[in-house]
């Protein structure tokens, strides 16, 4: 089987599809796609499956060699996209010859881009999905020049879409917050305070966990809890008090407690938030 020569593997690029789902009670995080429209879109531009697994890269793009001739969609973070150092289309099928060179440049806004190949990328499945976990070690490792990544026999043809629209990447993130389960850990009207506060995303922010910094969130008390499990989503406040929000990745549990969960529509723009942007959570009620 033939597909993809990884020549430039950029910051961190890493196969993804919609993750593993189903799983959680056995300890294993969700991983897949953080901007899981815009990999649905890729896909949908190449005529796969709306899960098959693509690449997600990180800020500076990747290069790669097709060893055959393939259909290639570039969505989510806007980014230059040249085939054998010509200019090809982002957001829309691109046909790359065998032994051409497609490469995505860094990303002109936004933080991650995904390039979907007719066929996905084949890698093994690992419990159902073919995502890499970066914090557990599941799935693919992140990609490493010289490795080839194995493409999957190309869907029947059909009419594929010109164009897929996608929201931009957010100048201002809006995180709406469903309070709990651990209110009662906070000082009064630390909710309230959240959401009046302003926020910005942090640099130290990745697959993980979208950091914040900003106004502290006080405790009620002391002491830590036992650790337990988290969902996708959930507003962790560690000892420093600056909001994290879990993405994909996140670990399984944690001692510091919960304010709240960001619901899963508001994530796809938490993975196109660059640090510096600025953050506002909008309380949920009811």
Not at 13 to 22: A, E, F, K
Not at 102 to 112: D, S
Not at 188 to 197: M, Q, S, V
Not at 224 to 240: C, K, R, T, W, Y
Request: glycine share 14%; charged share 15%; proline share 14%.
């Amino acid at each position: 089987m033939s597909g993809l020569e990884v020549l430039r593997p950029g910051p961190l690029t890493t196969v993804q599809d919609l993750g593993r789902r189903g799983v959680a009670h056995l300890g294993v995080p969700r991983a897949g796609a953080l901007d899981e429209p815009a990999l649905r879109a890729a896909n949908r531009l190449t005529g796969n499956a709306p899960g098959a697994a693509a690449l997600e890269t990180t800020l500076g793009g990747v290069a790669l060699r097709a060893l055959r001739p393939l259909l290639v969609a570039v969505t989510g973070a806007p980014a230059p996209v040249r085939v054998d150092g010509r200019p090809a289309a982002w957001g829309a099928p691109v046909t790359v010859p065998a032994g051409a060179v497609v490469e995505i440049g860094p990303a002109t806004h936004g933080v991650r881009s995904y390039l979907a190949v007719a066929g996905g990328i084949a890698v093994p499945l690992v419990l159902g999905s073919r995502s890499a976990d970066v914090l557990s070690g599941l799935g693919p490792p992140p990609l490493t020049a010289g490795a080839v990544l194995p493409v999957g026999p190309e869907p029947a043809p059909g009419r594929l879409p010109d164009l897929v629209p996608l929201a931009a990447p957010p100048q201002e993130l809006v995180l709406r917050l469903r309070p709990g389960p651990r209110s009662d850990w906070f000082e009064p009207c630390a909710e309230a305070r959240l959401a009046r506060d302003r926020y910005r995303v942090a640099a130290a922010s990745n697959r993980v966990g979208l950091r914040t910094e900003g106004p502290a969130v006080g405790r009620a008390g002391t002491g830590e809890l036992p650790s337990e499990g988290m969902v996708l989503g959930a507003v962790q406040i560690p000892p420093d008090g600056q909001p994290v929000v879990f993405l994909a990745d996140h670990p399984t549990t944690g001692g510091y407690p919960v304010i709240g969960v960001v619901p899963p529509p508001d994530l796809a723009a938490a993975a196109q938030a660059r640090p510096g942007t600025p953050v506002r959570f909008v309380l949920l009620r009811g």
